[in-house]
């Protein structure tokens, strides 16, 4: 079982979002755990205040360092480990596959979503062990960019998706963006389903697959292609072997 403790201001956010479709499903099972951590309850200002004014100067409030770090102990107490200790923060390296991969493989995360404009720096130092964006973009908390990290993880987690091999063919798991998708009807909007996947030959259709990820990777995001050595004659060779296909 994967475990998520997340420090928030917001908890029933997650327990709304979380609780449906694929995640809420993994719950029930005891597949993954999403625990939300109200930090307001552990304040010891008695209108439970959690942010003050900046140091130096400033517009707005900055979260106070003690009710993040009482919450934080709350959680460890009883552990003869430390968590993985995440601060979602636009300073951090953007999520990507491999990086959710990475964190599937932990047993026990704890996320901290930061408020207002920004998080005491000195508990910062004091328990986290990495900082994640979800992109390069400022959102009012991190809450947001925390369900994001839960779902993309959660879901390489084993018997979370009801075909655990799934996943392996998603956009980007093998660099590579996911070939194109359809169903029924057959014609739609005079339009048709490429014949090939019709077939029943499996060789061709996987080959179709792995060469339509390809073309569309190039066109899309050629970036990811940068290490693969594969040239503009290599991409108009796999469009005309689609096109024989097709």
Known sequence: MLRFDVLTLFPELFRVVMGESIIGRAQKKGIIEINPVNIRDFSTDKHRKVDDY????GKGMVMMAQPIYDAYLHLIKSLDYK???????????????????????YNHIILLCGHYEGVDERVLEEIVDEEISIG???????????????????R???GVLSDENSFKEDSLYDGLLEYPQYT??????????????????????ERWRKLQSIVRTYYKRPELL???NI????????????????
């Open 54 to 57: 900046p140091y130096g100067g």
């Open 83 to 105: 968590p993985r200790v995440i601060y979602m923060s636009p300073q951090g390296k953007v999520l990507t596959q491999e990086k959710a991969i990475e964190l599937a493989s």
């Open 136 to 154: 390069d973009y400022v959102l009012t908390g991190g809450e947001l960019p925390a369900m994001v990290l839960i779902d993309c993880v959660s």
């Open 156 to 158: 390489l987690v084993p």
């Open 184 to 205: 029924r009807p057959y014609i739609f909007n005079e339009k048709k389903v490429p014949d090939v996947l019709l077939s029943g030959h499996h060789a061709k259709i």
């Open 226 to 228: 940068k290490d693969r």
């Open 231 to 246: 040239s503009p004659e290599d991409i108009r060779s796999f469009e005309e072997e689609l096109r024989n296909m097709e």
